[in-house]
């Protein structure tokens, strides 16, 4: 339990730092119309100059109250140590790192890449910073479907839109629009593309061989579906094998090795776990069955 909270701390600050830079060390200087509260602190950092991790602090406080039932305890006690991390960070530690003062579409895509990888480490952890993530999460909690770089991207661009009214600025507007796009691109990658892979369906004669030598050139395990062809009811088999992407390449040279008129069919997946069950070969025990 404590090595599994160190953990979580661990990845917390990890995503902090990287939102505090991306923020304070490139938004900030390139005055992107940001969303959510670290849009609007930064607009008040420029007019008023009141530190912009207080002023989250500040207006989180009854965003939050108002969340507490829906999210639940421990996702508010986690949300609320980050939210605190993050601001103080902001405020004092990305300070110390040098201001980018380049390009501001090179700013932009910094912001977007740097920024989402650090939204999407914090909301692996099942927790967030605050302020808008309280109502990102409040509806991924409503509607479980939709994922939280949609959610995100949707309630960014309403924001940026209802901005461009304050600040006239048409090319801020765009900046703000890719940083928007790329946040939520990277969330979605991080969260659900780092397992992404394919899937193959092999229609062959040859079943057995095709999985016998898709386990013997990269450990995947597959599974034989039958099947029957449509138009002369011929009986068929279908080889199902889910893998990483370089192993595709492996899985399509074997089998059409073994099976020179199999037909290959590639399909997306959007994740990819385990290796499935290894073929056993008759007389032998089950890797995992005991001998009586």
Same mark, same amino acid.
């Given at each position: 339990?404590?090595?599994?909270?160190?953990?979580?701390?661990?990845?917390?600050?990890?995503?902090?730092?990287?939102?505090?830079?991306?923020?304070?060390?490139?938004?900030?200087?390139?005055?992107?119309?940001?969303?959510?509260?670290?849009?609007?602190?930064?607009?008040?950092? /420029?007019?008023?100059?009141? +530190?912009?991790?207080?002023?989250?602090?500040?207006?989180?406080?009854?965003?939050?109250?108002?969340?507490?039932?829906?999210?639940?305890?421990?996702?508010?006690?986690?949300?609320?140590?980050?939210?605190?991390?993050?601001?103080?960070? #902001?405020? *004092?530690?990305?300070?110390?790192?040098?201001?980018?003062?380049?390009?501001?579409?090179?700013?932009?895509?910094?912001?977007?890449?740097?920024?989402?990888?650090?939204?999407?480490?914090?909301?692996?952890?099942?927790?967030?910073?605050?302020?808008?993530?309280?109502?990102?999460?409040?509806?991924?909690?409503?509607?479980?479907?939709?994922?939280?770089? %949609?959610?995100?991207?949707? $309630?960014?661009?309403?924001?940026?839109?209802?901005?461009?009214?304050?600040?006239?600025?048409?090319?801020?507007?765009?900046?703000?629009?890719?940083? $928007?796009?790329?946040?939520?691109?990277?969330?979605? %990658?991080?969260?659900?593309? #780092?397992?992404?892979?394919?899937?193959?369906? #092999?229609?062959?004669?040859?079943?057995?061989?095709?999985?016998?030598?898709?386990?013997?050139?990269?450990?995947?395990?597959?599974?034989?579906?039958?099947?029957?062809?449509?138009? %002369?009811?011929?009986?068929?088999?279908?080889?199902?094998?889910?893998?990483?992407?370089?192993?595709? *390449?492996?899985?399509?040279?074997?089998?059409?090795?073994?099976? +020179?008129?199999?037909?290959?069919?590639?399909?997306?997946?959007?994740?990819? /776990?385990?290796?499935?069950? /290894? +073929?056993?070969?008759?007389?032998?025990?089950? +890797?995992?069955? %005991?001998?009586?």
């Amino acid at each position: 339990m404590k090595k599994r909270l160190l953990t979580q701390m661990f990845f917390e600050l990890v995503g902090s730092i990287m939102i505090a830079a991306a923020i304070y060390n490139f938004a900030v200087q390139a005055e992107f119309p940001l969303t959510g509260f670290s849009g609007i602190s930064i607009i008040l950092y /420029h007019l008023f100059g009141i +530190p912009i991790g207080l002023s989250t602090i500040v207006m989180n406080i009854p965003v939050a109250l108002l969340c507490y039932r829906l999210l639940g305890k421990n996702f508010f006690i986690s949300s609320v140590r980050c939210m605190i991390v993050s601001s103080v960070l #902001i405020d *004092y530690v990305a300070p110390l790192f040098p201001v980018y003062t380049g390009s501001r579409l090179l700013a932009a895509l910094c912001t977007g890449v740097i920024a989402g990888i650090g939204y999407a480490l914090i909301y692996m952890q099942n927790s967030s910073t605050g302020g808008a993530d309280f109502i990102t999460m409040a509806v991924k909690a409503k509607f479980p479907y939709l994922s939280l770089g %949609k959610i995100i991207f949707v $309630s960014d661009v309403i924001i940026i839109a209802l901005g461009s009214l304050l600040f006239r600025d048409i090319d801020g507007i765009i900046y703000g629009m890719i940083v $928007s796009y790329l946040y939520a691109v990277a969330v979605d %990658k991080m969260m659900y593309g #780092i397992n992404a892979g394919k899937m193959a369906l #092999i229609v062959t004669d040859q079943g057995e061989k095709i999985c016998q030598v898709i386990d013997q050139c990269c450990g995947r395990g597959s599974t034989i579906l039958p099947a029957q062809g449509g138009y %002369k009811g011929d009986t068929r088999q279908v080889v199902m094998c889910a893998c990483n992407n370089r192993e595709m *390449y492996l899985v399509q040279k074997a089998a059409k090795a073994a099976d +020179p008129s199999s037909f290959l069919i590639v399909l997306e997946s959007n994740e990819v /776990h385990g290796e499935g069950f /290894h +073929p056993v070969t008759i007389g032998e025990p089950a +890797p995992n069955s %005991k001998n009586s």
